[in-house]
């Protein structure tokens, strides 16, 4: 919001907060938020001027017109109605006890376990205008005002120290302990040093540049370091040392002075910045790209980089870079460089678009055109074993030895005058890969080789001499070959189809050769079999331009994005299978290449003997130290900072619980890491949903929609530029609550609904077998009924009917004639009824006839031809009756009579019916030889129409009693309502 930065702090979140004219700011190395009195009313002011945090992470903010803590992610503001007048502060200090203690122009104010407490020239300050707080380690606080020093002692009273006591100027600025105890009060007449209650002062006349002080800092070694007016003062061993302009400062006036953590002092001066390394000043001013020479700022952040704040403009970062580039501001030729090799005396090679470079003492020499060379192109170099360098143009092969340069093209028996590559083998034979071919440089002769010869491509790219004499050729588009002894075998890997392009080829030291690809990646060949590894797997790029090791198992690769570092141990993991994932470390402008695109020229990438890695670059030659580049160690802070839910943002607190019905979350998260911010990775996982992590790469924002209601935990982690990963991360609890048929008890209704619902089914469905099952078993007991009621007793009458026939043929024809007759007059009624009974109708006898009736033509059939006699009384009004009453009282006539003449031998049957106005009485009455009736009913063993008899007059709701002795005979009673209602 403003170019001002007048004060830089890191919070414990890892957050960068600035103080400027105009707000509030807070960084996280990729946006900045804005915090001011238009989105923020709890602060007072838009000037701030001071930022401190407290032992528990709370941000103090200090501004023109009050105080505001910042805690839990809100901002409180402390106003006149705690006593805290409306008015700049102008320092903040915690004490060892955890008060926190602010210096304003109106006094001094304490804030104690959520009690203000104030101080004034009243309880002994000798000025109410504070400059400073100070706490020493014997836990004295220190004041300074403008009139005076104060000093508090640990009972709470206040001590005034004036030019009386022996203070150089009463307007003191700023108290500084050092090492051995000593204090040391800055002021603008002097530096005075206390001790043992008394004071020392040093002036210019002992010394100081000047005696206005700004500033006091204690190196680690010891040594005091004094800002003044004048200059910057180094005191040690009770003797100055100073340093002005003429020995490298920006500027005299010295405001502020800070060491970082490699014992480096930066100066800040209203003229620049100064930076004092090993007894050497540097200064950086506006001319070195700082964007104001007005320095009012420095903070060192935990990943070592050094913030600048300016007075108009802005924020600045300054950090050891990685890499040294050297350019032609240094001194190339030409930015543009192809390849770079080093030589045996130490100097480094370099092919440029302008020519051949020659890197010497950090300077460089060249050879062009003008001394010979083929063309200004210089794509390809290799020093022999004699010391000579040979480069490879457009135009044709070169040697330079001697300080002389010679040439070579396909007149001089060359296979083409493009050289890409050049190699020396174990034999020193001179290989040298054009786009015609490969030729061999012997003895002062070529010979050529081509596909004519076995080679699979004649564009040749690259060239490695194998440790066991053979040759590696890669070629632009015909994979991977080998010579040996004159013949040429063919490599490629599956997974270069349809690229076959070898751009790289490199054995390491334990024999393993290492291939890269124009566009498939990078490729490990062993065993005769290639481990391919691609961008989807985590390389930085699929095109591999040169591959070289250092000294930790590292691969360095350079490509079109950038260099790039791979483990090739983690490579081993992923060629095995224990892992699916590599990781490549990038660099990139951020670690001080002028551009991050390499170039393919062979060789693009060279290691010297000191173990340094040199990069060919469109924009120089790109030197990094794997030895002595730093590492960034810190995994970067993670935050959860904002979620917007369907559009609209919500409140992150410890448990975020949302309303149901929601469709769409978006979780806004950074990770706190400014080494190199565009290099944070970030991954993230919500627990109770996803099933692995996301790899999201550098996006900050995490989308979902329709999730289930339940209860999940969003993870976010992080790395930094070095591959350093954060995996404790940021965690966000969500609660997402269900509509009433999603909850556990709707379900569990829903599901004991369905369960009884199934019961329910599954009891209908028994009942209906059940009642099946008895409708089936009802209708085999009426058929048994019906046949034995029917057929059986038919079958009785004929029986008897041809016994009578068997008795009357010796003696009367005429009456066997008569009892056949009617033997087949009842096979053929027992026919019919045997019809009805399958179709359940209704009994011949009372088709035509009443009740009545039909008993009579019943008995009288069947004691035709026997000496039974049958008599039947009707009493009661002799009515129809409906037909399963008459039916059934019918066939228990039918039974009992069947049973009296077949059973009991009478002489005399009597059949009564009675007719009354609710029941039908039937009663069967024989006079026969009669039987024990214990038991009869209670089984159909052999009885079954006692049995019979029973279940009819049962079904019709009525009642069957029997009696019976032997030698009384037997008398059947039936009892059967009328009316069906009730047991139909």
Request: hydrophobic share 35%.
């Amino acid at each position: 919001p403003n170019n001002t930065i007048r004060a830089i702090l890191q919070t414990h979140d890892g957050y960068l907060w600035l103080a400027t004219e105009e707000g509030l700011v807070r960084f996280d190395g990729v946006r900045f938020k804005v915090f001011d009195t238009q989105n923020t009313h709890e602060i007072a002011s838009n000037q701030i001027q001071v930022l401190f945090e407290d032992k528990q992470g709370e941000l103090w903010i200090g501004t023109a017109a009050g105080l505001t803590r910042y805690k839990d992610q809100q901002f409180n503001p402390f106003t006149a109605g705690e006593r805290l007048p409306n008015t700049g502060v102008s320092c903040i200090c915690q004490d060892a006890q955890g008060s926190v203690w602010v210096g304003t122009a109106a006094g001094l104010w304490t804030f104690d376990g959520g009690k203000f407490g104030t101080y004034s020239t009243r309880d002994g300050l000798p000025n109410d205008s504070i400059r400073s707080i100070y706490e020493d380690r014997s836990g004295t606080l220190w004041v300074t005002t403008l009139g005076g020093l104060a000093r508090r002692l640990r009972d709470g009273s206040f001590t005034a120290f004036t030019t009386r006591d022996g203070l150089p100027n009463d307007s003191v600025r700023s108290v500084y302990e050092d090492s051995r105890g000593y204090l040391w009060i800055n002021t603008f007449s002097g530096l005075a040093r206390f001790k043992d209650g008394r004071f020392s002062v040093f002036t210019t006349a002992n010394g100081l540049l000047n005696d206005h002080i700004w500033s006091i800092e204690e190196d680690r070694k010891g040594t005091l370091w004094i800002g003044t007016d004048g200059g910057l003062n180094s005191f040690s061993n009770g003797s100055f040392k100073s340093y002005t302009t003429k020995d490298g400062l920006p500027d005299n006036s010295v405001w502020s002075i800070y060491e970082d953590r490699g014992g480096v002092l930066w100066v800040a001066t209203p003229g620049g910045l100064g930076r004092l390394k090993d007894g050497a000043l540097t200064s950086y001013t506006s001319r070195d790209g700082l964007s104001d020479d007005v320095v009012m700022a420095l903070f060192e952040d935990r990943e070592g980089s050094l913030w600048i704040g300016t007075e108009a403009g802005g924020l600045n970062r300054l950090k050891d870079a990685k890499f040294t580039t050297y350019s032609a501001k240094d001194g190339l030729t030409n930015d543009v460089v192809w390849a770079v090799c080093n030589a045996k005396d130490g100097s480094l090679w370099a092919g440029t678009n302008g020519g051949l470079n020659r890197l010497r003492d950090g300077k460089f020499t060249s050879y062009t055109t003008r001394d010979g060379l083929a063309s200004n192109i210089v794509r390809a170099l290799c020093e022999d074993r004699a010391g000579n360098l040979w480069a490879g143009t457009p135009g044709g092969l070169n040697r330079l030895r001697g300080g002389r340069i010679e040439t070579y093209t396909v007149e001089d028996g060359l296979s083409n005058n493009a050289v890409s590559a050049i190699e020396v083998d174990k034999d020193g034979n001179l290989w040298i890969g054009t786009l015609g071919g490969l030729t061999r440089f012997r003895d002062g002769r070529f010979t050529i080789y081509t596909t004519a010869d076995g080679l699979s491509d004649d564009s040749i790219i690259t060239l490695r001499a194998s440790r066991d004499g053979g040759l590696w050729i890669g070629t632009r588009a015909g994979g991977l070959n080998k010579m040996e002894g004159g013949r040429f075998t063919w490599y490629r890997a599956k997974e270069w189809m349809p690229d076959d392009g070898v751009r790289s080829i490199y054995e390491d030291e334990d024999g393993m050769l290492w291939v890269g690809t124009r566009r498939s990646g990078l490729s490990r060949f062993r065993n005769r079999e290639f481990t391919t590894c691609t961008m989807k797997a985590g390389l930085f790029d699929d095109c591999v331009f040169q591959i070289i090791g250092d000294d930790k198992q590292n691969l360095w690769i350079s490509s079109p994005r950038g260099v790039f570092r791979v483990s090739k141990k983690e490579f081993a993991d992923f060629a095995d299978g224990s892992s699916a994932h590599i990781a490549s470390v990038s660099y990139g402008a951020a670690d001080g290449m002028l551009s991050r695109e390499c170039n393919g020229g062979q060789p693009g990438a060279w290691k010297s003997d000191d173990g340094k890695l040199w990069f060919a670059t469109i924009k120089g030659i790109a030197m990094i130290d794997p030895q002595r580049a730093r590492i960034n160690d810190q995994p970067p802070p993670v935050a959860i900072e904002r979620a917007v839910v369907d559009g609209e943002p919500i409140q992150l607190n410890e448990r975020v619980e949302l309303p149901p019905g929601k469709e769409r979350y978006e979780f806004y998260y950074t990770a706190m890491s400014f080494a190199a911010p565009e290099k944070v990775r970030f991954k993230y996982k919500l627990e109770g949903f996803d099933k692995d992590w996301v790899a999201a790469g550098a996006e900050r924002v995490a989308l979902y929609t329709h999730i289930p209601p339940g209860t999940y935990k969003l993870r976010v982690i992080a790395c930094n530029n070095d591959g350093v990963w954060n995996e404790t991360g940021a965690l966000l609890n969500l609660y997402l609550n269900p509509y009433f048929y999603q909850t556990y008890w709707f379900y569990a209704g829903v599901a004991l609904s369905l369960g009884l619902l199934a019961l329910a089914i599954y009891r209908l469905r028994v009942q209906r077998i059940r009642a099946q099952f008895a409708a089936v078993l009802e209708e085999r007991n009426r058929m048994a009924r019906e046949i034995h009621d029917t057929l059986a007793q038919d079958f009785v009458g004929i029986a008897l009917q041809l016994k009578a026939v068997e008795k009357a043929m010796p003696d009367a024809p005429d009456k066997v004639e008569r009892h056949l007759a009617l033997a087949q007059s009842m096979v053929s009624h027992s026919l019919v009824e045997a019809r009805r009974t399958v179709w359940n109708l209704r009994a011949q006898a009372l088709e035509t006839n009443d009740l009545a009736t039909a008993f009579s033509h019943t008995a009288r059939q069947m004691t035709e031809g026997t000496a039974v006699v049958a008599e039947i009384h009707v009493s009661g009004e002799n009515r129809r009756l409906p037909s399963q009453i008459e039916n059934n009282a019918l066939r228990i006539g039918q039974e009992a009579l069947t049973n009296a003449i077949k059973h009991a031998e009478p002489k005399h049957v009597l059949i009564e019916l009675d007719f009354e106005a609710a029941n039908l009485q039937l009663r069967v009455k024989d006079d026969g030889r009669g039987f024990d009736t214990e038991g009869m009913l209670a089984t159909a063993d052999g009885h079954f129409g006692l049995l019979g008899m029973r279940e009819r007059a049962e079904h019709c709701g009525g009642r069957l009693t029997l009696s019976s002795r032997p030698g009384e005979g037997t008398e059947v009673w039936a009892t059967i309502p009328i009316s069906l209602r009730g047991h139909q």
